[in-house]
């Protein structure tokens, strides 16, 4: 069973603020309820502003963030769920020629329910404090973008109190996944598995391993976000007992001459 919990606006602004600190920005400021981070790389989630509370934004708030991520000379983006309260911001935005891309899942689960999709004779992948090369070498391997890969391995190494899974066998990561710990949740990033070993149940010995690692922290709450337009990891996180509580999409300024 998939969880179907309701969040409240306490939640939902710690969902927030935990993503944002899971990935480590160069730099996050905060206007008018706004979380603004400023970061290099293709991680959109570490260079695009997100609200903390749902309600109607004024256009003056919009000119700020505009103005905060022109003055340091990046795009300004925005990361908006798809709630109606946002409807008549959507609007201004395409007024001001931004396009939404990227859908994505925000989904909510379990750390007890996550914990049961270990593999059948109950392995779990090994969870440590830091990354080794292993890991990060999946990240760069084929099948996955190697420069985005790099980005993500950066981010993740360097924030603070996360923890990393890798699956290893014959001297290499097979399977590999973080997990961050902030504002009363656990959330897990950066899943993945080798191309040529996919179907085989490694990620959810990665999810398994990572739910034993929260439970022994205190931690029961935990999140996620994955690209709505991934099926098999939908149907993965699924298994895990996650239900998806909203989505979002990504508004960026197109550069016009």
Known sequence: MTNTAVLDATDIEAIERATIAAVSPDLTEEIDGWL??????TVKRAKSAVPLHRGAVEAATLDRIEDRYDSRKAAPALRLADASCFDSLRAELERRHYMADSPTCVQIGSVQRMR?????????ADVDRAPD???SALFLGEGFDPV???????????????LYASVREGGRTVAAGAMAFGHGWASVHGMRTDQAQRGRGLAGRVLAGLAQAASERGFERVFLQVDANNQAALS????AGFGTQWKYSYWQRQQWP
Not at 236 to 239: C, S
């Open 36 to 41: 603004l981070p400023f970061a290099s790389g």
């Open 116 to 124: 049961q999709v270990a593999a059948p004779d109950g392995a779990l």
């Open 133 to 135: 090369n292993a890991w």
């Open 148 to 162: 985005d890969g790099a980005h993500r391995v950066r981010m993740l190494s360097r924030a603070k109190g996360t």
């Open 236 to 239: 993965l996180y699924r298994r």
